[in-house]
Structures are given as C-alpha cells and as structure tokens.
C-alpha cells in the first residue's frame, strides 16, 4: 500500500490538512476533508488517458476533484466515478472497461514513462523552458521562468 508522503508522519499530515484548508478559504474554493487517505486513484487515471486522448480530461478532472474534496465521494471509487462519467455524458461502464482493457493500461504506462523522462514526481508539475516546477504554488515562478528564458 502507498502511505504517501505523510501518512507515517502524524504532525506533518496534520499540517497537509490544514494546509488544504488554509489554501482552499485564501483562493475561495469549496473544501471538506475526505473521510480516506490515501486512495487508489489507479482506475481514475486510466479514464484520465482516455478522456486526455479525447479532449475532456480537464471536465473530467474538475469534477473528480470536486467531488472527491467536498462531497467525500473518494477519487478511485465507483460512486466518484460513475459521477463524474455521467455528468460529462459518458457512459461509465463503457469507459471503465476501455480503462481496463491491455490497451487502457498500456495508455498509463505509457504516460508515467513520459513523466519519468521528464522529472515529474507528483501533481502538479509545471515544465518551463526545461526547468521543473512542483506545486500549485509554483504556477507563477514557472510563468516567470517562461517569460525570461
């Protein structure tokens, strides 16, 4: 089982948790702790490739996440997404058996190898003009960069 970076640390998964929330009240976003961490978000990136492969990964990933961080409806499980699938006008049983196939898999693997080459490690990542930037909180260096290199 992946414990994630903070699991086996009480004090610092206490401050993610309060880090997300301090983070989501600053920005405005809707926020409610999830009942589970971590989760297996394996089947949810499957879909994430196909919906990438046809165009509606960012709708798609929108509403896991909201689903997933206010309604505690956990990214990986069917209920998440059913939900998210359905919402987008995507048949979720068709999807997740594409998600499933050798194909669907290979998709992953494939993606996660582009990652590696490229240094990524986690969520999310920005690459500017070949230098890596890891976390939300970086978005804005890594424009900076951008624009003068």
């Not at 939900?83 to 995507?90: E, P």
């Not at 190898?113 to 890594?142: C, M, T």
Request: proline share 7%.
């Amino acid at each position: 089982m992946n414990l994630g970076p903070f699991l086996p640390y009480p004090n610092k998964m206490e401050y993610m948790w309060r880090d997300i929330e301090r983070r989501a009240e600053r920005v405005g976003v809707p926020y409610s702790r999830p009942s589970t961490y971590p989760v297996n978000s394996l089947l949810t990136a499957r879909v994430a490739c196909i919906a990438a492969a046809e165009g509606w990964c960012q709708p798609f990933t929108e509403k896991v996440f909201a689903l997933h961080w206010t309604e505690n409806r956990l990214v990986g499980t069917e209920d998440n997404l059913d939900s998210a699938l359905t919402s987008l006008g995507q048949d979720p049983v068709a999807v997740k058996a594409r998600a499933q196939t050798p194909e669907g898999k290979e998709a992953l693997k494939q993606q996660t190898e582009v990652a590696k080459s490229l240094r990524i490690f986690g969520a999310p990542s920005f690459l500017s003009a070949g230098e890596l930037f890891w976390g939300d909180d970086r978005l804005e260096e890594a424009c900076d960069w951008a624009a003068s290199h």
